[in-house]
């Protein structure tokens, strides 16, 4: 274990983003309790969501302090009137100047069909967006074929190259540093330039992984997990991404011009879980033991 390698660990968890829903948002009021200012919060936009709700809920976290970026599935939008209605309200009446631009599940509801058609619009430089995520699949994704993935990274490396603002790609959860460091091989041979958000699970029990790997139909993952569940009584266990995180520090470490910049965790065990379990970390002196567990010192 090398000092470098626990330097990477704790600049992922001093630097970390978070996601929320409007729901959850409203349940618990407010994040200040438990979640330091200096941590982005993305808020999700599911397929039956309302888009004032994100819009108010993106308003509320930026008067709490923090940085916002809402998701913004493009399928869901019914036309480009909508569009700039929702990009515009998020800047102007929420503050916004951030964004992750996604597919988005269900059906596609108008005439926009992917992201790379909300980038064309040049609404985000209208709006003065600073930074803008676009989705990366280190395990593909059931509802595009590979070469369709591959077709999007370079249209969107190509798109990158000539705008006003800063976009990375913000990836889809994962259990494996394996999924991350075969997938970034694979995008340097197409030329990805663009950095690297990773998305990985906060704490929560191997039920509640194996649940939305399945809803999420991310299928190295769920092999991953299912064998961590090997019988009922391990279903309720609390699982942590120590391993996970450390394994993804090292390939930082090792690999130099790796584009790995930050790690974003998906809060499947609660906001206020999540958050407890990272803070005692920050600012904190931790190893890695041999049980592959962070150790506070």
């Not at 200012?37 to 397929?47: A, C, F, G, R, S």
């Not at 976290?61 to 809402?70: A, C, F, R, S, T």
């Not at 992917?114 to 003065?128: A, E, G, M, R």
């Not at 699949?137 to 603002?165: R, T």
Request: contains cysteine; glycine residues 6%; aromatic residues 12%.
């Amino acid at each position: 274990m090398s000092k470098e390698t626990i330097n990477i660990v704790k600049n992922f968890l001093n630097s970390y983003s978070i996601e929320t829903t409007p729901n959850v948002y409203e349940k618990y009021g407010g994040f200040s309790e438990f979640l330091n200012k200096n941590h982005d919060v993305y808020i999700t936009y599911l397929p039956d969501e309302n888009s004032k709700n994100v819009i108010r809920t993106a308003k509320k976290l930026k008067l709490e302090g923090y940085d916002v970026i809402p998701h913004l599935p493009a399928r869901t939008i019914v036309n480009k009137n909508d569009l700039e209605k929702y990009i515009g309200e998020l800047a102007n009446e929420s503050g916004c100047s951030k964004i992750l631009i996604i597919g988005g599940g269900g059906n596609q509801a108008g005439e926009i069909s992917s992201s790379i058609d909300v980038l064309k619009t040049d609404f985000l430089s209208k709006y003065n967006y600073q930074f803008v995520g676009v989705a990366g699949h280190p395990e593909g994704s059931p509802d595009i074929s590979n070469e369709n993935l591959d077709l999007a990274i370079k249209q969107k490396n190509d798109f990158a190259k000539n705008v006003d603002f800063k976009m990375y790609l913000a990836t889809q959860f994962f259990f494996e540093a394996k999924s991350l460091i075969e997938w970034e091989k694979h995008l340097v041979k197409i030329g990805n330039k663009l950095p690297i958000h990773a998305g990985i699970p906060g704490p929560a029990s191997i039920k509640t992984l194996v649940n939305y790997a399945r809803s999420c139909g991310i299928g190295n993952s769920l092999r991953f997990i299912t064998k961590q569940a090997f019988n009922l009584t391990k279903l309720a266990t609390l699982s942590t991404p120590d391993k996970l995180i450390y394994d993804l520090a090292e390939h930082s470490e090792i690999n130099k011009d790796s584009k790995l910049e930050k790690i974003h965790f998906y809060a499947f065990g609660g906001m206020k879980k999540t958050s407890e379990w990272l803070n005692q970390f920050n600012n904190s002196d931790f190893s890695y033991n041999n049980k592959q567990k962070f150790e506070l010192n």
